[in-house]
């Protein structure tokens, strides 16, 4: 008898089913019921009116942004002179780089922390800070990196061909060109970070907190309901950005992302 290849997939559509699927249902159920499973939303208008939980989802944001940017202004070069052959002659460079990505998060949160106490310096914002650039740097030079090392370098020949200067190449071909790679880094570091709760809590000894935490205390406390509608919250933000970062870079992809 033949198995179909379809067939194989079955594990894969269980397993979609039960762990992103149902809890996704789960979520959307709970945040528009209230304790005694009746239909309201009441849970929304109780997050608006709850100043302290909406600053904490702001404050969430503004932290995530601020890590983007960051991991951004510093994964570009560095992915930039990874996948120049003439400044990086050696592909362990690279190993280096994407290496951090194997260790587990939460025990490179750990090390941050005693590095910081080794340091004697104070853990809260910019120890925040510094934790996530650390912690999702990797997730930014990677794609950015795949997209250089694999770019059409004619572009770049024909530019050169034309008298182009090596700052106008850099503008005018290698940055448009490279854009698909950077939206992918910039969903990759965005989405974890405007969610994460535990390193938040490492590196600030709860002195900030983030909307994940607001999320898991509600969750743990039998608060359900009201947990699952800021979870739904936060859901929707990343849905309206990965579909804005993905109309442009298919925008990038249609034009060539060379003007």
Known sequence: MTI?????????????????????????VYAFQDKDG????????????TPE??????????????????????????????????????SVTVI?????????????????VALFDFAKLPLGEGALIFGMVYDFLPFMIYPIYNTLNKMD??????????????????????????????????LMVFMPTISTFAVAELLTMNKVKLFGTTIQENINNGFWNYGSALALI?????????LLAGEESQREDETGGVI
């Open 234 to 242: 936060m859901l929707v933000l990343i849905g309206i950005t990965t």
């Open 153 to 186: 370098k004619s572009y770049i020949e024909a530019a050169q061909d034309l008298g182009a200067t090596p700052a106008k190449v850099f503008t005018k071909v290698t940055v448009p060109l490279s854009m698909p790679g950077v939206w992918s880094g910039i």
């Open 96 to 112: 280096l780089f994407i290496l951090p990505m194997w260790i587990n998060m939460l025990i490179r949160t750990l090390a941050t």
């Open 38 to 49: 009746g239909i309201t939303l009441q849970n929304f208008v109780k997050f608006f009116n």
């Open 53 to 90: 939980d909406l600053h904490t989802f702001v404050y969430s944001i503004e932290i995530a942004l601020i890590t983007t940017v960051l991991c951004l202004l510093f994964g570009y070069p560095a992915a930039w002179i990874l996948s120049n052959a003439k400044l990086n002659k050696s």
């Open 4 to 28: 179909k290849r379809s067939t194989w997939a079955l594990p894969y559509l269980v397993f979609l089913i039960l762990f992103v699927a149902l809890p996704l249902v789960m979520v959307l």
